[in-house]
């Protein structure tokens, strides 16, 4: 009888062990979405912005591990585009850190950036990538086309 008894007591001991055990408890990578993108000056969601203007972007990002940083990229898409100047490729990698960002668990990141008056009017691919302060990370993408700016 007491040799069943201890063996119970070890069992339930063991199974609580387990069942407390933390490594479940990482947290899960980063959430991205973004809701509107488009021209600054009106705030718009329709994917275009102008050169030489602003770009608007309004991006919900949920990170249980705390946000480290934010990195926006903009590449070209499909043919070549070759700025007027330089004639290179137009890109923007930014990255976005510290107060208002870093730590936070949830974030409305919402930013106006100035498109280069070097930039060509076209097809370009926008990036958003989240890190959390785990090293997880996540992203979220979108077409984005740059119109000359109107007259």
Known sequence: ??????????????????????????????????????????????????????????????AEGKIDYVQIIIHPEGDLHKSLFEHEEWELDTIFKGDGITGLKNLDFHKDLEISEEAEAGHYHFDVKVVDMEGNSASDEAELELLVMPL
């Open 1 to 62: 009888m007491k040799t069943r008894f201890l063996f119970s007591t070890l069992l339930a001991a063991s199974l609580l062990f387990v069942a407390c055990d933390n490594d479940d408890d990482a947290p899960a990578k980063p959430e991205v979405t973004i809701h509107e993108l488009g021209d600054g000056d009106n705030h718009g969601d329709d994917h275009t912005a102008y050169v030489g203007g602003s770009l608007h972007m309004d991006i919900e990002i949920l």
